[in-house]
């Protein structure tokens, strides 16, 4: 059974914009840590962005000041806003649930493919 669902994705121009959400099927509201990750084709996964159950947030070098992530706790929804896309951001975005502080303990989505180019 898949808990959490990504959306969003699509096709876009350099400099667009695009907003992901990830609808969790349960409460988000005392999950300590949501998270987007996103895996480019021969590459490895690699964090783009986490949200905090108290709010705080940190972001990869690569889309800091261009993606912002939240979430709404009564929708049970996380999203990143992406904006001033670049043609390294395509990639298949993941969203991920850690219920407490273990890391290994999480649950993932299946992904939305983000695509930028002219």
């Known amino acids: 059974q898949v808990r959490i669902v990504e959306s969003g994705g699509g096709s876009v121009q350099p400099g667009g914009s695009l907003r992901l959400s990830c609808a969790d099927s349960?409460?988000?509201?005392?999950?300590?840590?949501m998270s987007w990750h996103r895996q480019a084709p021969g590459e490895q996964r690699e964090l783009v962005a986490h949200?905090?159950?108290?709010?705080?947030?940190d972001y990869a070098d690569s889309v800091k000041c261009r993606f912002t992530i939240s979430r709404d706790n009564a929708k049970n929804t996380v999203y990143l806003q992406m904006n001033s896309l670049k043609p390294e951001d395509t990639a298949v975005y993941f969203c991920?649930?850690?219920?407490?502080?273990?890391?290994?303990?999480?649950?993932w989505g299946r992904g939305t493919q983000v695509t930028v180019s002219s």
């Open positions: 949200i905090i159950s108290d709010g705080s947030t």
């Open positions: 991920k649930a850690q219920p407490t502080r273990i890391r290994s303990i999480a649950y």
């Open positions: 349960g409460s988000i509201e005392s999950i300590y840590r």
